[in-house]
């Protein structure tokens, strides 16, 4: 069949056309085999260039069309959707780019720049003679998505969705809700406590229908991909029945003989093997902490709703997107790093914020009562040698604001601030002002001439070269060293490998594109939001997680999806399954199946991104990328080399 | 090594510094200080050592009198920390740190303290006069006779000794070594200075407020002159009585327009006035005033019938001489002149 084309070649203003002989182009590629009209254009993105194409098209039923111009990252999708306004399959288009390719490349060659223009448009319309019409796939697409990690960003991204009328699975590890911001106490701006938002958000989430709340559960499995994940979720008891007596479990908490480590506390604090994190944390019915129980029964003896036999059991569940909100954990200091771990009385942020929760009218740690408090910033952030090279964002606004309630709560603090350089951005700056005022002192250094921390006899000394003295050394005798902690990605993130989640060179999880595409990932279907992203404050979580409910609910909303029709194909009949291909596979994308007689290899028409990573490895050439099969590119080829 | 003195900052603010803790040291205050050198930068660098509170530092160092207060920094100062008024303050801080009596720093701190010496100073004037009977012609030899043992004993037992622990401090205890022969070759930058102002036509768009001043230090230095040396009040020669004439009436006009000025608060310079601004302001208007009018009535024949006149202006001139003078912002016309010269020395 001799396809009908047109092809448009554009100056570009001037950007094409004063290097490349556009007129020349137009007349060497009129006589092609299948050049139905050539023309020349000032702008063809224009609107009234595009209008004439369309009756162009209309006009002459023209069945291909290319154009020549620009990069296709520019103006691909505006031509094919010209194309489509003109009743044709976008599909019938090409794009050639002979400004970044020809004209910008070789302004120095105005006959060369014309012979590669003329070369490009020629390789285009080969290929465009080729071109059938091709249509999306549609799938099936369950509406329903589980959120995983019941923090700030995911707890609010679960109320989204529901509210939006989308079934929604909360996945919490914990067997309390609210993540990091429970364990924070009055925050900046709006100076509620962490628990108070939290209550909030559980309240909203509780009363939706919509949200089915797992906590202690983990994801264990996962197999499918969008529009059908099939997840399977582990979710461990609590071994206390829902309605108990609060008299009873209190006794029931003195009584238990465990004595651990308390992970709500940073570790400041132990707990029982019977807890809950503070009297009125949701869900409010306590926990036994198995792994730590020693099933000694007393507890049992006192309370009539402890309860051993309950079991852990494991949850199937089926949704079309997966939101991802599991948070960050706390950079934990090298041992001997500014004193940690060797020097008494060296805490890091997370934990200061809790001694100051904890303490009331005096501040108290370890007995002795603390007037004097260094803080010691970027510690694990903006590493010069080490792996975190990234500025954490929170800790400059969290510790300043930290010192200052620690100021107004307890009496004669003085605060010590070794930074820097203060990034208390955007509204945030008041916050710094206002600590200024308050009298805390800010001493800086560069990243090359950290602060020493020393102990001599009782004394802990900070010592420092202050670039906003001249360099002049500086002491300061402190109660309470502070390590003003950044955020690094969760130590356990198994979960991201159930989805081939891709990380960044900072380990947290990755964005397709930081401003344009910021809450979707490669893997099709998987939104990311909050500080699994990434540092983020409390206001930017909650931005990003709305943001990642919107992303996810449009690809479960109609029930079923449209797919790029661009992917690979395998040729049964030549498939001989040796596994190359599927290894080849960045996406997962291909699976051995059984046909008839052999194994052979099956593409996942969702999961493939037609990226034709597998067409070179495979020995028997079975497979072929839909659009640029092996005819299309030899023939584009042979135009090229002419 | 220094150690940090947050006391230090809570000290300054009671001799009139305030919010300089706000200070970010972006350092525009530096930048647009039109005196401030690549060698003598300030005032940040004040800024920064009274918030670390280093005493020491700040102690030894000429930079508070190289500042003439313009107000450019305040004005430009992002966080209106004010570093205009801190390095006012710095200057009445170290006044009280050259005084070996630390009455100034009494002073400067407690109100309350000054108007209790202002009392007794009128108390003394009065029980002076008691004892005297109100005898107009002894009262006023005596008051004479006051004023240059005054003069002489302020200067000998407070200034001097003032003048030389200001060196001690500047020169002797950093240890700068410097040849005898600048203390002769740097001596002419002691007197330009200490007469004319000079450095203070260095601030933009001063030389009104240069002139104002230098008028009223001669004024002033006129009119000590022609009643101490020349017996004024006493004098019959046409030539004294004019002289003495014109120096009170430049003290209390030019007075009168430094007095508007702190009232308007339109100037940086004068937007915030401690008690012991207003009072140099206003005791050395009253001097000139009441001079004026007690020779005014010397010359109408009215003092005699008017005593209470005479011991006003004594009581003002007690409380001048034995207050202000010694302990109070008149020794800035010391200091800001040896700092010159101390500079100079350093420098040669």
Redesign the interface.
């Known amino acids: 069949m001799n396809k009908k084309i047109g092809v448009y070649i554009c100056h570009c203003g001037g950007n094409i056309s004063d290097y490349v002989d556009v007129e020349k182009v137009k007349k060497s590629i009129e006589a092609e085999d299948g050049v139905f009209l050539a023309k020349t254009t000032l702008f063809a993105c224009g609107d009234a260039n595009q209008k004439e194409m369309v009756d162009d098209i209309k006009e002459n039923e023209l069945d291909g069309v290319v154009v020549a111009s620009c990069s296709p990252k520019l103006h691909l999708l505006t031509f094919r959707a010209v194309t489509e306004r003109a009743g044709l399959n976008k599909y019938n288009y090409v794009h050639a780019n002979i400004r970044e390719q020809a004209s910008w490349a070789h302004s120095d060659d105005k006959p060369g720049a014309t012979e590669t223009a003329i070369r490009l448009v020629k390789a285009a319309v080969a290929k465009v003679r080729l071109a059938e019409p091709l249509y999306p796939f549609i799938i099936n697409s369950k509406k329903a998505v589980a959120v995983i990690g019941g923090g700030i960003a995911g707890l609010r991204a679960a109320i989204e969705l529901a509210d939006m009328g989308c079934p929604v699975t909360l996945i919490e590890r914990e067997h309390f809700i609210g993540g990091r911001v429970a364990q924070w106490d009055v925050l900046f701006t709006t100076n509620e406590t962490g628990k108070e938002v939290v209550t909030k958000l559980y309240n909203e989430v509780i009363r939706h229908d919509n949200i089915r709340l797992l906590t202690g559960a983990e994801v264990i499995s996962n197999t499918g991909s969008i529009g059908d994940f099939k997840m399977k979720i582990k979710v461990t008891p609590r071994y206390i029945k829902a309605k108990c007596n609060e008299g009873h479990l209190l006794k029931a908490i003195e009584v238990c003989p465990v004595d651990v480590p308390d992970e709500f506390n940073f570790n400041i604090t132990n707990r029982k093997a019977i807890y809950h994190n503070f009297p009125s944390e949701y869900p409010q019915t306590p926990v036994i902490d198995i792994k730590n129980c020693t099933r000694c029964g007393e507890c049992e003896k006192i309370c009539p709703s402890v309860d051993f036999s309950q079991e852990e059991e494991t949850i199937e569940i089926n949704v079309g997107s997966v939101l991802m909100a599991t948070g960050f954990d706390s950079y934990t200091p090298a041992d001997g790093e500014f004193g940690y771990k060797q020097i008494e009385n060296v805490v890091t942020l997370p934990q200061f914020k809790r001694i100051i929760d904890l303490n009331d009218k005096k501040l108290i740690y370890k007995g002795k009562e603390i007037k004097n408090i260094a803080y010691i910033y970027c510690v694990g952030s903006r590493q010069i040698d080490g792996d975190n090279k990234y500025c954490s964002r929170y800790c400059c606004t969290s510790v300043i604001y930290a010192a200052m309630q620690a100021r107004h709560k307890f009496s004669d603090i003085?605060n010590?601030h070794f930074n820097r350089g203060?990034r208390t951005y955007g509204k945030q700056e008041v916050l710094?002002?206002e600590s200024?005022?308050?009298?805390d002192?800010?001493l800086?250094s560069y990243e090359d001439a950290p602060p020493v921390v020393e102990q001599n006899n009782d004394k802990i000394t900070i010592?420092i070269n202050?670039i906003?003295?001249?360099k002049?050394?500086?002491?300061?005798?402190a109660d309470l060293v502070v390590l003003v902690t950044g955020m690094v990605p969760r130590a356990d993130n198994s979960v991201a490998s159930l989805f081939k989640l891709p990380k960044g060179r900072d380990k947290f999880f990755n964005e397709i594109h930081m401003k344009l595409r910021p809450v979707e990932t490669v893997i099709d279907g998987i939104t990311i939001c909050g500080a699994c992203q990434g540092p983020k404050n409390i206001m930017e979580s909650v931005n990003s997680a709305l943001s990642a409910a919107i992303k996810s609910f449009s690809y479960v909303s109609k029930g079923e999806l449209e797919l790029e029709p661009i992917i690979a194909k395998i040729d049964k009949d030549l498939c001989t399954w040796c596994g190359a291909c599927a290894e080849a596979c960045p996406f997962d994308a291909i699976k051995m199946v059984k046909d008839e007689k052999k194994d052979i290899a099956a593409i996942n028409n969702s999961v493939c991104k037609g990226c034709g990573m597998c067409l070179p490895v495979c020995p028997s050439n079975a497979i072929n990328l839909i659009a640029y099969s092996d005819k299309e590119i030899e023939s584009m080829i042979d135009a090229l080399a002419g | 090594?220094?150690?940090?003195n947050?006391e230090f900052?809570k000290e300054l603010k009671k001799y009139g510094a305030f919010?300089f803790?706000?200070?970010?040291?972006c350092g525009n205050c530096t930048a647009v200080c039109s005196l401030s050198t690549e060698e003598d930068s300030f005032p940040r660098?004040m800024v920064?050592?009274s918030?670390?509170g280093?005493e020491d530092d700040i102690r030894s160092s000429l930079k508070p009198w190289l500042c003439y207060y313009c107000g450019e920094c305040s004005t430009h100062c992002p966080?209106e920390a004010n570093p205009g008024e801190l390095m006012m303050s710095l200057r009445r801080w170290l006044t009280t740190e050259y005084d070996w009596t630390k009455l100034s720093g009494l002073l400067y701190r407690s109100l309350p303290l000054t108007i209790i010496g202002f009392i007794i100073a009128t108390l003394g004037v009065l029980v002076f006069s008691v004892l005297e009977n109100f005898n107009l012609q002894s009262i006023m030899h005596i008051g004479h006779l006051f004023e240059i043992i005054a003069i002489a004993a302020v200067f000998g037992f407070i200034l001097l000794p003032n003048i030389i622990r200001m060196w001690w401090m500047i020169i002797l205890k950093p240890k700068i070594k410097v040849p005898l022969i600048n203390y002769f070759t740097s001596f002419g930058e002691l007197i330009i200075h200490m007469f004319t102002q000079k450095r203070s036509l260095g601030c933009d768009d001063n030389q009104l407020r240069w002139f104002e001043h230098f008028i009223i230090v001669i004024g002033y230095l006129g009119l000590l002159f022609t009643t101490v040396f020349l017996d004024w009040f006493s004098n019959d020669s046409l030539f004294v009585i004019v002289l003495g004439y014109v120096m009170s009436i430049i003290i209390f006009i030019v007075t009168i327009d430094f007095m508007s000025d702190r009232i308007k608060k339109q100037k940086e310079m004068s937007k915030y006035s401690q008690p012991s601004d207003w009072m140099f302001v206003v005791w050395l208007f009253l001097m000139g005033l009441t001079a004026f009018v007690v020779r005014l009535f010397i010359d109408t024949g009215l003092i005699e019938k008017n005593i209470w006149l005479y011991l006003f202006h004594l009581t003002i001139l007690v409380q001048w001489a034995l207050i202000i003078v010694p302990f109070g912002k008149w020794t800035h016309f010391l200091y800001r002149s040896f700092a010159m010269y101390f500079a100079k020395i350093k420098a040669v």
Request: charged share 20%.
């Open positions: 003085n010590y203060i710094y002002a200024l005022k308050g009298g002192i800010y800086q010592r202050d906003l003295t001249a002049k050394e500086m002491s300061v005798e | 090594m220094a150690a940090i947050t900052g919010d803790n706000a200070c970010y040291n660098e920064r050592f918030v670390l280093l966080q």
